[in-house]
């Protein structure tokens, strides 16, 4: 509250020496009521440099007036206001975290005490493996039961064939790791050897496959444009491409297996526009009008040139840990969707049917004239229309103003400008820093996993019979994230 009365004092006294110094050259510092309006649009710089550009050519000194209004207000004041937000925000962060981590641990002891029948203070290796067993039967995490004697080892540190409390807290988070990671279909399923699986995971076969895909693409945009014996020859070979993706299909199912080979979302998008790409050969052998949708079919193939992110690591990288992240962030989303839907609510009930077609009190307002009379409150979807363009800050005077002249009455500016303070400058700005820290997070996250990952095959090629003897903790890393677990990474970091 201290930095919204600092910047709310702040804009209250530039507005006083703006009327001073400009009320007599300009209109748009007539008076106070007026200066403080269009200095408070400033601050949003929505209406920079309109706004000042009439003083400026009148006396040019008025350049440090404003350059400085918004020097100390925007990029200061709104600056902190935001910082001050953010880090109590933060503090809430750590809060909810020590919440979550005290439940975790009582939850830990409560099992702990469970399988400590004896009240021993440890769990034997009888009933570590009785354990192991039992949560083998889930088809989640199917294969803990082959690896046992190894999970035993690598948790108790101490070599007595015991699991103390401390080792039994790891012993859940390598649980945790297994549910979330999916089954080795490669390891499950291995219809050739590794010589021949290699062939199709190869970076040459990769880069050839794309290179086609290039090709088909380029093929049937070039089509399109082309008429006579040229569209012809490109038909032929767009027909050639066709049979040329069917060919690696049938070649990845035969190595890969079935199983393998659709767990692919590209294998499986592949494999659905290269069946109907045949099928369409086909058909057009007996009905000419349907060639033309193999080119369109050849084009919606290459989308797939999107998933050429994936050959740039740290491209992967960026779309993976993204993918990670927006579905965690989602309750934050859902918070400025919630602020948006309650102001659209409000705005339907305080001026809903007031703008309408030959309503002569919006004649000549920059509103009818910049044709904005469709973002309006007279309906739900229109009115989060409006709220988008209102987060977007862009223009949004001119909302404002064509409401003051719909209404009639001055007032009307309140909701817009307590819109702006609290969708905009508090969710909105809490939602995007969250939401980039977050992605920084995890990024660095994965940077440090893929490092670690790195240095883990590079010892076990060098220290295969260290590998065999099952002394490290297997490493997986987790495909989904929580809301909770954001915040406990975001916490850590600071």
Same mark, same amino acid.
């Given at each position: 509250?201290? @930095?919204?009365?600092?910047?709310?004092?702040?804009?209250?006294?530039?507005?006083?020496?703006?009327?001073?110094?400009?009320?007599?050259?300009?209109?748009?510092?007539?008076?106070?009521?007026?200066?403080?309006?269009?200095?408070?649009?400033?601050?949003?710089?929505?209406?920079?440099?309109?706004?000042?550009?009439?003083?400026?050519?009148?006396?040019?000194?008025?350049?440090?007036?404003?350059?400085?209004?918004?020097? /100390?207000?925007?990029?200061?004041?709104?600056?902190?206001?935001?910082?001050?937000?953010?880090?109590?925000?933060?503090?809430?962060?750590?809060?909810?975290?020590?919440?979550? #981590?005290?439940?975790?641990?009582?939850?830990?002891?409560?099992?702990?005490?469970? %399988?400590?029948?004896?009240?021993?203070?440890?769990?034997?290796?009888?009933?570590?493996?009785?354990?192991?067993?039992?949560?083998?039967?889930?088809?989640?995490?199917?294969?803990?039961?082959?690896?046992?004697?190894?999970?035993?080892? =690598?948790?108790?540190?101490?070599?007595?064939?015991?699991?103390?409390?401390?080792?039994?807290?790891?012993?859940?988070?390598?649980? =945790?790791?297994?549910?979330?990671?999916?089954?080795? %279909?490669?390891?499950?399923?291995?219809?050739?050897?590794?010589?021949?699986?290699?062939?199709?995971?190869?970076?040459?076969?990769?880069? &050839?496959?794309?290179?086609?895909?290039?090709?088909?693409?380029?093929?049937?945009?070039?089509?399109?444009?082309?008429?006579?014996? !040229?569209?012809?020859?490109?038909?032929?070979?767009?027909?050639?491409?066709?049979?040329?993706?069917?060919?690696?299909?049938?070649?990845? /199912?035969?190595?890969?297996?079935?199983?393998?080979?659709?767990?692919?979302?590209?294998?499986?998008?592949?494999?659905?526009?290269?069946?109907?790409?045949?099928? %369409?050969?086909?058909?057009?052998?007996?009905?000419?009008?349907?060639?033309?949708? /193999? #080119?369109?079919?050849?084009?919606?193939?290459?989308?797939?040139?999107?998933?050429?992110?994936?050959?740039?690591?740290?491209?992967?990288?960026?779309?993976?840990?993204?993918?990670?992240? @927006?579905?965690?962030?989602?309750?934050?989303?859902?918070?400025?969707?919630?602020?948006?839907?309650?102001?659209?609510?409000?705005?339907?009930?305080?001026?809903?049917?007031?703008?309408?077609?030959?309503?002569?009190?919006?004649?000549? #307002?920059?509103?009818?004239?910049?044709?904005?009379? =469709?973002?309006?409150?007279?309906?739900?979807?229109?009115?989060?229309?409006?709220?988008?363009?209102?987060? &977007?800050?862009?223009?949004?005077?001119?909302?404002?103003?064509?409401? !003051?002249?719909?209404?009639?009455?001055?007032?009307?500016?309140?909701?817009?400008?307590?819109?702006?303070?609290?969708?905009? &400058?508090?969710?909105?700005?809490? &939602?995007? !820093?969250?939401?980039?820290? !977050? %992605?920084?997070?995890?990024?660095?996250?994965?940077?440090?996993?893929?490092?670690?990952?790195?240095?883990?095959?590079?010892?076990?090629?060098?220290?295969?019979?260290?590998?065999?003897?099952?002394?490290?903790?297997?490493?997986?890393?987790?495909?989904?994230?929580?809301?909770?677990?954001?915040?406990?990474?975001?916490?850590?970091?600071?």
């Amino acid at each position: 509250m201290d @930095i919204t009365g600092l910047v709310v004092i702040f804009v209250m006294l530039s507005a006083w020496l703006a009327t001073t110094f400009f009320s007599e050259s300009t209109l748009e510092f007539k008076d106070y009521g007026t200066s403080l309006l269009n200095l408070f649009v400033l601050l949003t710089t929505a209406n920079n440099p309109s706004v000042w550009s009439t003083a400026y050519r009148t006396n040019r000194l008025a350049f440090f007036f404003f350059s400085t209004y918004l020097l /100390v207000g925007f990029f200061f004041l709104m600056n902190l206001a935001f910082s001050v937000i953010y880090s109590n925000y933060k503090a809430q962060m750590a809060v909810e975290v020590a919440k979550r #981590t005290t439940a975790r641990q009582g939850n830990l002891k409560a099992a702990f005490s469970l %399988l400590d029948v004896r009240h021993q203070e440890w769990i034997d290796g009888a009933t570590m493996i009785a354990l192991f067993l039992a949560i083998g039967r889930y088809r989640h995490i199917s294969d803990i039961r082959a690896r046992t004697s190894h999970l035993f080892l =690598a948790l108790n540190r101490r070599g007595d064939f015991k699991i103390w409390s401390d080792e039994f807290e790891e012993l859940c988070d390598v649980i =945790a790791k297994e549910v979330e990671s999916p089954p080795d %279909l490669f390891q499950s399923r291995r219809r050739m050897s590794k010589n021949e699986m290699q062939f199709v995971t190869h970076p040459v076969y990769t880069y &050839v496959t794309w290179a086609l895909t290039l090709g088909s693409l380029a093929a049937a945009i070039t089509q399109l444009n082309v008429g006579g014996s !040229a569209q012809v020859l490109l038909l032929s070979i767009e027909f050639l491409f066709g049979w040329v993706f069917a060919m690696d299909a049938l070649l990845k /199912v035969y190595l890969q297996g079935w199983k393998s080979y659709w767990s692919s979302t590209l294998n499986a998008f592949d494999f659905v526009v290269t069946l109907l790409i045949l099928a %369409l050969h086909f058909i057009s052998f007996f009905n000419e009008n349907a060639r033309p949708w /193999v #080119t369109y079919l050849l084009l919606v193939r290459g989308l797939r040139t999107f998933a050429l992110v994936s050959l740039i690591t740290r491209w992967r990288l960026m779309v993976q840990t993204l993918i990670i992240v @927006i579905p965690a962030t989602a309750p934050i989303l859902a918070l400025q969707f919630l602020v948006c839907s309650m102001f659209s609510v409000l705005g339907m009930h305080l001026f809903g049917g007031l703008v309408y077609e030959g309503n002569y009190a919006l004649a000549g #307002t920059e509103y009818l004239t910049l044709g904005f009379e =469709a973002f309006n409150y007279n309906d739900y979807a229109s009115a989060m229309a409006t709220s988008f363009n209102l987060c &977007v800050v862009n223009k949004w005077y001119v909302i404002m103003d064509g409401y !003051a002249a719909a209404t009639n009455s001055r007032w009307s500016r309140i909701y817009f400008m307590t819109f702006w303070a609290i969708a905009v &400058v508090f969710t909105l700005n809490v &939602v995007v !820093a969250f939401f980039t820290e !977050a %992605l920084t997070c995890q990024m660095e996250k994965a940077e440090r996993i893929r490092a670690r990952e790195m240095r883990r095959n590079q010892e076990e090629t060098s220290a295969p019979v260290r590998r065999r003897s099952g002394l490290n903790l297997p490493f997986r890393v987790t495909r989904s994230l929580s809301y909770y677990d954001l915040y406990e990474d975001i916490v850590k970091k600071t």
